[in-house]
């Protein structure tokens, strides 16, 4: 039966005894640094939950905001910590248990891996190895291999000699990693002085600090993008800038999810709004309200937002503009590549229909070039991933944008892998776009009933839109 020290003295004392007995285990809650256990005062520890949500703020941003990327540094950092509690120097060892699946996934991740020490990456990367070779075994087989690595068996030092370090990681991730590093410091700055201005009263210059960079954040970290969003939704309130402050909350739901409670342009004017029945009405809510200037500047912002979609521009630029699109269109759009290193590059989600939408960006291949195998088999994967992440809903294939229009022969696409072009997306967004100018011409509640009908017609369906998007199938041409 587990004890509770009742003092930080009586924790120190019984850590002691645990450091001088033969046997025993020792319980760390919410501890990954400051308490070293070297050498025999422990070889083996079990790992259990990501260590993050330290204060109240930092669970909500993780849990409720979602800011995954803007945690990959600090949560590596925390792990490092961790793994060093017990291994001390280079003549130190232990074994490591993963209990927990989320620790699992996060340390299977290459791209999260990259913000580890190269040791501790060589490290990760020889455990997956090792675990992908042992197959289903029991209790007895895995005291016996903990034990050959605590005894250390020659066997085993051998074996991991030869294979540390086999497999880096690519150099891209580093690259990548290193850019984010840069990129994380200078928002750092950033958030130091909008609070600092805020906090004495000059609104304006608050919201000057976080809209020199908020562009920027937009295509490389779009949920702190949206954290940005509410921030500069209150410094505009704090400055009577009310319509500004709409439509900085309004991209901060559109980011972060429709339910976050911020305020809301008024549509008392309005009597008896119901709730939204379709995922084309939740894109044309917006809309809804206000005069013709209005909807037509809100149209012209989007137009600004989106036009990277159908251009040659950068990548992170063309995933940013099809996460807009999404959101215009009243999915819950997202880009889990970008927001938790996993996943599609693009994500359109119908929460009325239960239907998810995964786009996979191949906007580099032009027409003449072919996909080939390896990038075949990372569009399955992040089919598969949407697939193990949304069970409860239907995943009627996956979109791959680009402008090529075949495989290598030796790749293998599945039937559920389909071309969609920017002849395709062009087509339907104008039809979008044409129809936000109709209905800004019509009395507000006729905006209202439009913006239902409309959604219920079989093509603004999300089906109907994900079939509207398709251009052919993936297939090798014989």
Known sequence: MAETPKSADEFTTKLNEFRQADTGAFLLVGRYDGIDLPDDDCRVMVVDGVPVGSSQLERFLFERIRLDQTFFPRVANRLTQLFGRINRGKNDYGIYIIHSKDVENWLRNVANQAYFPKVLQEQIGLSEQFCE????????????????????????????????????????????????????????????????????????????????????????????????????????????????????????????????????????????????????EDGLRPYCVGSIPETNRRLTKLIDRTHAAFEDDSYSRAEEAIREIGVALGFDSSRPDTDVNDGPDNLWVDKHQNIAIPIELKTEKKDGNSINSDEIGQVFQHFQWTIDNYPDYEVPGILVYTECSSVTESSNPSDEMFYCDREAMQKLFSEYKAIISDIAKLTPVERYARAAQLGNETRWTSRGIFERLVVGRMKVVG
């Open 133 to 280: 070779q042992l197959g289903d075994v029991t209790f007895d087989d895995i005291h016996a291999i903990v034990r050959q690595i605590i005894d250390r068996d020659p066997n085993w030092l051998e074996y991991y000699q030869a294979h540390l370090g086999q497999n880096p990681i690519e150099e891209r991730r580093i690259t990548e990693r290193e850019a984010h590093t840069k990129l994380d410091d200078k928002l750092a700055k950033k958030e130091a002085n909008f609070i600092l201005k805020l906090w004495h009263g000059d609104n304006s210059g608050a919201i000057a600090e976080f809209e020199s960079v908020v562009e920027e954040v937009r295509q490389e970290n779009p949920r702190l993008a949206g954290w940005y969003s509410i921030w500069l939704g209150a410094a505009n309130c704090f400055e009577s800038e009310h319509e500004a402050m709409y439509d900085w909350f309004d991209e901060a739901r559109n980011r972060l999810g429709g339910t976050l409670p911020l305020p809301r342009r008024s549509s008392s004017d309005v009597a008896g709004v119901e709730a939204t029945t379709n995922v084309l």
